[in-house]
C-alpha cells in the first residue's frame, strides 16, 4: 500500500530558493517560476533540503533510529552506474491549489499580468560589496529575486507504507527544518513547517508522545 503525506511551508520570512537562473541585466540569482508568474520549488531541491536534515536528525537521535536506513528511505546515489530509488518520492513545492487557480484564471482573463503576479508574491533585494571606506566596489552590485514572507506552500510526499520509526523519523525531519535557502545569518530563508497524513497532524501526535516519555 502508498501513504501520502502533506506538507505546508509558510515563509517566516522572505526566502531565497535560488534556481541557479537570472535575467541578464536585472536579477542575478533568480527563483524558479511558472507561466503565470507563480514561484515554485523543484521536487529535488526540496528532498535535498529534507535530506540534510534528515541526517542530522539521524545522527542526533541515533539509538531511536538505529534500525531505520536513510538510503532506504531516501534511494542512493550513482555507484558505478547503479542508483536505487527511496521509499520517499517527492513532489514540487507550490502554493495552495484553490489560490494557484485563482491567480492563473487572473491572468488569462488579462486582469492582471504575469509579471504583477510574480511582483505581488516576491521582493528583489539588491546587495554591494563595501571597501574599506564603506565606499560601494565597482562591478559588484547583485540583486536577487526572494519569495515574500507570509506565504503558504505546500508539497506531498508519496512512499510504500512506513515503520512507525521511519514515520518519526519523517516527522521530526519536516518539524525541525526552519531553514530553506541561503542567507540564514541574515534572517533570510526562515521557515515554518507542519506535516499531515489524512488530515492528521502527525507534529502534534509525535511530540504529544515524546512528551508522555
Same mark, same amino acid.
Given at each position: 500500500?502508498?501513504?501520502?503525506?502533506?506538507?505546508?511551508?509558510?515563509?517566516?520570512?522572505?526566502?531565497?530558493?535560488?534556481?541557479?537562473?537570472?535575467?541578464?541585466?536585472?536579477?542575478?540569482?533568480?527563483?524558479?517560476?511558472?507561466?503565470?508568474?507563480?514561484?515554485?520549488?523543484?521536487?529535488?531541491?526540496?528532498?535535498?533540503?529534507?535530506?540534510?536534515?534528515?541526517?542530522?536528525?539521524?545522527?542526533?537521535?541515533?539509538?531511536?533510529?538505529?534500525?531505520?536506513?536513510?538510503?532506504?528511505?531516501?534511494?542512493?546515489?550513482?555507484?558505478?552506474?547503479?542508483?536505487?530509488?527511496?521509499?520517499?518520492? =517527492?513532489?514540487?513545492?507550490?502554493? *495552495? +491549489?484553490? !489560490?494557484? %487557480?485563482?491567480?492563473? $484564471?487572473?491572468?488569462?482573463?488579462?486582469?492582471? #499580468?504575469?509579471?504583477?503576479?510574480?511582483?505581488?508574491?516576491?521582493?528583489?533585494?539588491?546587495?554591494?560589496?563595501?571597501?574599506?571606506?564603506?565606499?560601494?566596489?565597482?562591478?559588484?552590485?547583485?540583486?536577487?529575486?526572494?519569495?515574500?514572507?507570509?506565504?503558504? =506552500?505546500?508539497?506531498?510526499?508519496? *512512499? +510504500?507504507? !512506513?515503520? %512507525?520509526?521511519?514515520? $518519526?523519523?519523517?516527522?521530526?525531519?519536516?518539524? #525541525?527544518?526552519?531553514?530553506?535557502?541561503?542567507?540564514?545569518?541574515?534572517?533570510?530563508?526562515?521557515?515554518?513547517?507542519?506535516?499531515?497524513?489524512?488530515?492528521?497532524?502527525?507534529?502534534?501526535?509525535?511530540?504529544?508522545?515524546?512528551?508522555?516519555?
Amino acid at each position: 500500500s502508498s501513504d501520502l503525506y502533506q506538507i505546508t511551508i509558510k515563509t517566516e520570512s522572505d526566502t531565497l530558493w535560488g534556481s541557479g537562473q537570472s535575467v541578464p541585466g536585472l536579477i542575478d540569482n533568480d527563483i524558479k517560476y511558472d507561466s503565470y508568474g507563480i514561484p515554485y520549488m523543484n521536487a529535488k531541491t526540496f528532498k535535498g533540503c529534507l535530506g540534510k536534515q534528515m541526517r542530522w536528525i539521524y545522527e542526533l537521535c541515533k539509538d531511536e533510529f538505529q534500525k531505520v536506513s536513510l538510503s532506504e528511505l531516501l534511494g542512493s546515489p550513482d555507484t558505478e552506474g547503479m542508483k536505487r530509488n527511496g521509499k520517499l518520492r =517527492f513532489t514540487e513545492v507550490q502554493l *495552495s +491549489e484553490g !489560490l494557484m %487557480q485563482q491567480l492563473k $484564471k487572473a491572468v488569462i482573463d488579462k486582469k492582471v #499580468s504575469k509579471d504583477e503576479v510574480l511582483d505581488s508574491l516576491t521582493t528583489i533585494y539588491a546587495y554591494t560589496s563595501l571597501d574599506e571606506n564603506g565606499i560601494a566596489k565597482d562591478h559588484t552590485l547583485r540583486r536577487e529575486r526572494m519569495v515574500k514572507k507570509g506565504f503558504v =506552500f505546500e508539497t506531498e510526499i508519496y *512512499s +510504500e507504507e !512506513l515503520s %512507525q520509526a521511519e514515520e $518519526k523519523l519523517l516527522t521530526f525531519s519536516v518539524c #525541525s527544518l526552519q531553514h530553506i535557502g541561503t542567507y540564514k545569518s541574515k534572517g533570510k530563508g526562515l521557515v515554518h513547517c507542519d506535516i499531515f497524513k489524512e488530515q492528521q497532524n502527525l507534529r502534534e501526535r509525535y511530540l504529544k508522545e515524546a512528551a508522555d516519555v
